[in-house]
């Protein structure tokens, strides 16, 4: 009982023994039914033929004419007087002769069934009057053996017998081949499950089909593209904070055992020593990177929303970075509408700018502009960070907010990166309700564009910070 497909066709071959069984019991008694009325109604118009044929002669030589007639068939006829004294028939039958003497109540014209309980009695009787001036002068009683009928009824009964013993093969048969292929798909995905359980992810499910098997055929087959995409996501993920860990690692280490092992000047030392911090803050910078990243996995990542005044806020973040771009001689210029504000967390809010901005002064050269737009459009705040700088190219831009995924693959530290600031973007501007798009034309610049809802005027012009 352990198999689906045993466990489908015993539920299949009840289900339809129990329809096919109370088919054939009706068909039986409707066809049982019909056929003792049959042999009744004939029994009655054979013995109202012969009170029609008596009704003109009603004489001895008609009486044996009668009789004799039916002496040689399976019926037997007895005619009686209005008294219920026997005046001829064909066979004498002493069981029989309760029916003449205890006749007491009135005969319809058209005769009367006496007997039609064939499965008890020897007999099946009717009765016919015979009138003459409309006067009842005598009757004619018909009588048929039930052995007839009996023997009528176990042919019957052994053809509804062979029937059903071919019927419930064929249903057997039928329910096998139908259980099995039903069960087929089903044993299929329980191979398919238990190969994922083992960590096999290598699935191949029939998805053809419009029906409920096919659509969860198609929803392991996709369960089990995912978890190989999240595998090997994993090895890359592992790998990268691998690489990642290592590169300031290293540089610490070595620059730690220079300044251990041998005696440098004083200009030396700090010069290693300006590394070693460097690379500590590049260590420290990716951790806590990281570590946003994993809250944001477990849903624990808390967005403290409140009234934000946009344009104190794009100042302060043009006050801390136009030193920068000053530095690398790229023109930073930042355009904010009056009077907007978001429900936003201002920290967080803040990151995800100065990780858009960073990007733009890692990318952008000598000579290169770089513009922030904020404005109000309809019912959302738009800010747009776009630059002139190198741009990125085509096959890339679908995955740079991946994680760890750089358009740089050298990951050299001239650039710098980690390659999770646009992933921590695209979570934060996703857990204030945002979208972010990007738009990007190689040698030409880089478009990112950042929608909110939760826009308001501020008309006291209120500092809400």
Same mark, same amino acid.
């Given at each position: 009982?352990?198999?689906?497909?045993?466990?489908?066709?015993?539920?299949?071959?009840?289900?339809?023994?129990?329809?096919?069984?109370?088919?054939?019991?009706?068909?039986?008694?409707?066809?049982?039914?019909?056929?003792?009325?049959?042999?009744?109604?004939?029994?009655?118009?054979?013995?109202?033929?012969?009170?029609? +044929?008596?009704?003109?002669?009603?004489?001895?030589? &008609?009486? #044996?004419?009668? *009789? !004799? %007639? =039916?002496?040689?068939?399976?019926?037997?006829?007895?005619?009686?007087?209005?008294?219920?004294?026997?005046?001829?028939?064909?066979?004498?039958?002493?069981?029989?002769?309760?029916?003449?003497?205890?006749?007491?109540?009135?005969?319809?014209?058209?005769?009367?069934?006496?007997?039609?309980?064939?499965?008890?009695?020897?007999?099946?009787?009717?009765?016919?009057?015979?009138?003459?001036?409309?006067?009842? +002068?005598?009757?004619?009683?018909?009588?048929?053996? &039930?052995? #007839?009928?009996? *023997? !009528? %009824? =176990?042919?019957?009964?052994?053809?509804?017998?062979?029937?059903?013993?071919?019927?419930?093969?064929?249903?057997?048969?039928?329910?096998?081949?139908?259980?099995?292929?039903?069960?087929?798909?089903?044993?299929?995905?329980?191979?398919?499950?238990?190969?994922?359980?083992?960590?096999?992810?290598?699935?191949?499910?029939?998805?053809?089909?419009?029906?409920?098997?096919?659509?969860?055929?198609?929803?392991?087959?996709?369960?089990?593209?995912?978890?190989?995409?999240?595998?090997?996501?994993?090895?890359?993920?592992?790998?990268?904070?691998?690489?990642?860990?290592?590169?300031?690692?290293?540089?610490?280490?070595?620059?730690?055992?220079?300044?251990?092992?041998?005696?440098?000047?004083?200009?030396?030392?700090?010069?290693?020593?300006?590394?070693?911090?460097?690379?500590?803050?590049?260590?420290?910078?990716?951790?806590?990177?990281?570590?946003?990243?994993?809250?944001?996995?477990?849903?624990?990542?808390?967005?403290?929303?409140?009234?934000?005044?946009?344009?104190?806020?794009?100042?302060?973040?043009?006050?801390?970075?136009?030193?920068?771009?000053?530095?690398?001689?790229?023109?930073?210029?930042?355009?904010?509408?009056?009077?907007?504000?978001?429900?936003?967390?201002?920290?967080?809010?803040?990151?995800?700018?100065?990780?858009?901005?960073?990007?733009?002064?890692?990318?952008?050269?000598?000579?290169?502009?770089?513009?922030?737009?904020?404005?109000?459009?309809?019912?959302?705040?738009?800010?747009?960070?776009?630059?002139?700088?190198?741009?990125?190219?085509?096959?890339?831009?679908?995955?740079?907010?991946?994680?760890?995924?750089?358009?740089?693959?050298?990951?050299?530290?001239?650039?710098?990166?980690?390659?999770?600031?646009?992933?921590?973007?695209?979570?934060?501007?996703?857990?204030?309700?945002?979208?972010?798009?990007?738009?990007?034309?190689?040698?030409?610049?880089?478009?990112?564009?950042?929608?909110?809802?939760?826009?308001?005027?501020?008309?006291?012009?209120?500092?809400?910070?």
């Amino acid at each position: 009982m352990s198999k689906l497909s045993l466990k489908l066709g015993i539920i299949f071959f009840v289900t339809l023994f129990c329809i096919e069984s109370f088919m054939m019991f009706f068909l039986h008694v409707s066809l049982t039914n019909s056929r003792v009325e049959e042999e009744l109604d004939s029994l009655q118009a054979r013995g109202n033929s012969h009170r029609a +044929i008596l009704e003109q002669n009603f004489d001895l030589e &008609t009486l #044996s004419h009668v *009789a !004799l %007639m =039916e002496s040689e068939a399976r019926t037997d006829v007895v005619i009686t007087d209005k008294d219920g004294k026997v005046l001829a028939n064909s066979q004498f039958h002493p069981e029989t002769e309760d029916y003449f003497t205890n006749l007491k109540k009135s005969i319809p014209y058209m005769g009367l069934i006496l007997e039609d309980n064939w499965e008890r009695e020897a007999f099946i009787a009717t009765i016919s009057p015979i009138q003459k001036d409309q006067t009842t +002068i005598g009757y004619v009683f018909m009588f048929q053996n &039930t052995e #007839s009928i009996h *023997a !009528l %009824m =176990e042919r019957l009964n052994k053809h509804f017998l062979i029937v059903g013993i071919v019927s419930g093969l064929v249903t057997i048969i039928i329910i096998i081949i139908l259980s099995r292929k039903l069960a087929y798909p089903l044993i299929q995905m329980k191979e398919a499950t238990l190969k994922l359980s083992k960590g096999d992810f290598t699935v191949a499910l029939n998805t053809n089909g419009q029906d409920e098997l096919s659509d969860l055929s198609n929803a392991i087959q996709k369960l089990s593209e995912e978890l190989n995409h999240l595998r090997q996501e994993r090895k890359d993920f592992l790998s990268s904070i691998a690489h990642e860990l290592r590169t300031p690692l290293t540089f610490i280490k070595g620059y730690t055992d220079i300044l251990y092992k041998r005696d440098l000047t004083e200009e030396a030392q700090h010069q290693y020593l300006a590394i070693i911090i460097e690379e500590t803050n590049r260590l420290a910078r990716l951790i806590r990177d990281l570590f946003d990243l994993a809250k944001m996995d477990e849903n624990s990542f808390i967005v403290t929303k409140e009234p934000l005044d946009m344009t104190e806020f794009f100042a302060n973040i043009e006050v801390k970075l136009s030193p920068a771009f000053q530095e690398k001689q790229i023109h930073f210029t930042v355009q904010c509408e009056e009077r907007l504000t978001l429900m936003a967390d201002s920290s967080r809010l803040e990151q995800i700018i100065m990780n858009l901005l960073n990007n733009a002064l890692a990318y952008c050269a000598a000579g290169d502009t770089t513009t922030v737009t904020v404005k109000r459009l309809n019912q959302t705040l738009r800010i747009q960070i776009e630059d002139t700088g190198r741009g990125i190219p085509k096959i890339d831009l679908p995955f740079i907010f991946d994680r760890f995924y750089r358009v740089e693959k050298s990951r050299t530290r001239a650039l710098g990166g980690s390659g999770i600031g646009l992933a921590i973007v695209k979570e934060l501007v996703h857990a204030h309700g945002g979208e972010v798009t990007v738009h990007s034309v190689e040698t030409k610049g880089t478009t990112f564009e950042l929608l909110f809802k939760g826009v308001g005027t501020n008309d006291n012009n209120l500092i809400n910070r």
